[in-house]
């Protein structure tokens, strides 16, 4: 599947088959994450990869939103760390989009669980510390997000998009 393809199947899959994901595909997984850009190229976000279903079933208590990460063959972690660039969120936030991509390429489908919440410290901070204590994070790096991934127990019909022209302008705001 070319990369435009998986970016118009894409979807949110919160249910997920009771099937492993291979590990030829968990490493072009990696590799999607690793070839991810950074700013300046430096390597301002880590992964951590849990095949571990107790562990998910721990991470999936993060927030109440993630409950689905509970059935994902996989979770990946994504970590920040603020010290080495000031684009740590960014850097991040493009791996995950470019693990999702990768995923619905394989026909794997992926859901997204926020865990650093830029508008409520508190929350952040305890979702945050919540994941550092299971998986042993340096509190000096930020836990930005888990992505729980697997083979999707249904198939979602295409996404009904608003019009185009809500989001484009030409040259100029407002300019279509």
Request: proline content about 6%; glycine content about 6%.
């Amino acid at each position: 599947m070319d990369v435009l393809a998986a970016i118009q199947k894409r979807r949110e899959i919160t249910a997920f088959k009771e099937l492993p994901i291979s590990e030829t595909d968990l490493g072009k997984l990696t590799m999607a994450l690793y070839q991810s850009p950074t700013g300046n190229n430096l390597p301002s976000r880590e992964f951590i990869v849990v095949t571990n279903k107790p562990l998910l079933a721990q991470l999936s208590k993060t927030t109440p939103y993630m409950r689905w990460l509970e059935q994902a063959a996989i979770g990946v972690v994504i970590i920040g760390n603020e010290e080495l660039s000031k684009y740590w969120l960014q850097d991040a936030s493009i791996a995950g989009g470019y693990l999702w991509l990768a995923a619905t390429s394989l026909g794997l489908g992926a859901a997204w669980g926020a865990v650093y919440h830029s508008e409520d410290h508190n929350e952040s901070s305890q979702r945050e510390n919540y994941v550092r204590d299971l998986l042993n994070i340096p509190a000096k790096l930020r836990v930005v997000a888990i992505l729980g991934l697997g083979y999707p127990a249904s198939d979602p019909p295409p996404k009904k998009m608003y019009a185009e022209d809500t989001v484009f302008h030409r040259n100029s705001f407002g300019l279509r």
